[in-house]
């Protein structure tokens, strides 16, 4: 059970020691924000960022009841609510607040969120038109010195937390309404050295290339109130199943209702164990659902891919993996992004969220992360996780990309990248959700890492032939 009394105490504590740190966090938002606007923080701990800024109309919220009360007591003048922003109950808690505010502050905040983009979707509530967002995290290539920080006990332990790069932040705000205006970083040096780091953080900071390597990153962004289209569309959510019997009961009834119906189509891949007859099972048991099953012909995902939408009849065409380590909730999220037009290509991520001990092995995340530099390379396009099973696209540009195959030709086992090159091809949009990565409940993976590996490598000459140096 978390104790919340102690991290209030705790987190006061190691406020008081790093007052450096916090001091230059208050200097900065006291840049970013004029004095006559109205000021929410999201995770305001005991309301002392909130004090120093001074302004007359601000509000913070905050999980933990302790660190609530303690800033009632302390700021009587400001006002304080006891609402975890990530709870089932928030849309209940928020009435009592019925404010919308100038300015919104989430200061080291994200790296703690189960789910960032829904947060920020949530901050919408006390959004007007011209409200703006200030986000503040920690850089990436600190992680090791932070690390060593917390084991000789210079700063609070905080456990494993999300590591962001700005573009990925810059995403999650893009993909929940939020345009971003303005980014950059402070604190080259965190630790008060007389005269030294004042100057360091005050010039050095700014100079290119150096930047980047500020402990602190921080983003503005304006809420993006242009409308979107409500049109639905049917969506098919494609199932490629080999060796899952034990899954399709729910995958069935994981996977939600999306826009105008949606369509299941199961592709099972020749499985050794009795996956097909489930489905049959399960299809049979669900005459009012909109199912189909067939026969993989051939082998690999790819072609169960091919076999799937080429029988698809929606109009948005999803890939959900069958060992639902990608949750089946999470496909709302890219439904919303494919048709509300903030991309022509929805790509899942599984490499920005902390991730179950046993979800993927370390060789293979590294592998992942290289991966995902060289097509970000190739593609033009950040591109975080090339493997993700979870791919959405209209079927109208995929029907395109059937026409552009003979251009690369039949050579993809995956499916991943006969899908991302002829995104790439057709110059679609590519937009990443970060989605969690769970351990695998039944059964074992079909990826073999070596063999695999290989033909990744294989991949990225082709594409280098192909879309890199074809002139």
């Known amino acids: 059970m978390t104790d919340f009394k102690k991290i209030s105490e705790e987190k006061n504590y ?17 840049n970013l924000i004029s004095e006559n606007s109205s000021v929410l923080e999201i995770g305001c701990a005991d309301g002392d960022t909130l004090h120093s800024l001074g302004n ?4 913070g919220i905050d999980y933990n009841c302790f660190h609530v009360e303690n800033a009632k007591a ?8 006891f609402i975890d922003i990530e709870a089932n109950d928030f849309e209940e808690k928020t009435k009592e607040i019925n404010e919308k505010f100038d300015v919104i502050i989430l200061s080291d905040l994200i790296g703690t969120l189960k789910d960032i983009q829904t947060v920020f979707e949530r901050i919408k509530t006390f959004s007007h038109e011209r409200t703006k967002i200030v986000v503040t995290y ?3 290539f600190w992680n090791p010195i932070l690390k060593l920080g917390e084991t000789l006990h210079l700063k609070m332990k905080e456990g494993e937390k999300n590591w962001l790069y700005i573009h990925e932040i810059k995403n999650l705000l893009y993909l929940a309404g939020f345009d971003v205006v303005r980014a950059g970083g402070i604190l080259l040096m965190p630790l008060n050295i007389p005269l030294i780091s004042s100057f360091v ?3 050095f900071s700014k100079i290119p290339l150096v930047k980047r390597l500020c402990l602190v990153g921080y983003v503005v962004a304006n809420n993006d109130t242009r409308e979107v289209s409500e049109k639905k569309y049917k969506t098919t959510v494609l199932v490629p199943a080999r060796n899952e019997e034990g899954n399709i009961a729910n995958i069935l009834t994981r996977i939600p209702d999306m826009g105008n119906g949606t369509e299941i189509i199961f592709v099972e891949g020749n499985s050794s164990d009795n996956t ?5 099972e399960i299809i049979k048991q669900n005459p009012g659902k909109d199912i189909k099953l067939f026969k993989q012909p051939g082998k690999g995902k790819g072609d169960a891919v091919r076999k799937g939408f080429e029988n698809a009849t929606g109009d948005i065409l999803m890939i959900l993996d069958a060992d639902m380590t990608v949750p089946p909730e999470d496909l709302p999220k890219f439904y919303n992004a494919l048709a509300s037009g903030k991309g022509e290509f929805i790509n899942g991520s599984r490499l920005v969220y902390q991730m179950h001990e ?3 092995r370390s060789l293979n995340k590294a592998g992942n992360i290289f991966f995902s530099n060289v097509f970000s390379w190739l593609l033009e396009q950040r591109i975080t996780d090339t493997l993700c099973g979870t791919k959405v696209l209209f079927k109208k540009d995929y029907d395109k990309i059937v026409e552009n195959r003979k251009y690369f030709g039949d050579f993809d086992p995956f499916g991943d990248f006969d899908l991302l090159f002829g995104a790439s091809k057709l110059n679609l949009k590519i937009i990443e959700i970060p989605v969690r990565y769970g351990e ?10 070596f063999r695999d590996g290989m033909m990744l490598l294989r991949m990225c000459f082709f594409a280098m032939r192909k879309l890199k140096f074809n002139q």
Do not use: C, D, V
Request: charged letters at 35%.
């Open 14 to 30: 190691w406020r008081k020691k790093n007052k450096f740190y916090y001091q230059s966090l208050e200097k900065l938002f006291k």
């Open 56 to 59: 007359k109309k601000s509000a």
């Open 74 to 81: 302390k700021y009587p003048g400001i006002r304080f609510y």
């Open 138 to 140: 920690h850089n990436y």
């Open 201 to 203: 953080n005050k010039y």
């Open 276 to 280: 097909y007859g489930k489905i049959e």
């Open 358 to 360: 046993k979800a993927m």
């Open 440 to 449: 695998r409940t039944y059964g074992e993976t079909n990826i073999s890492r």
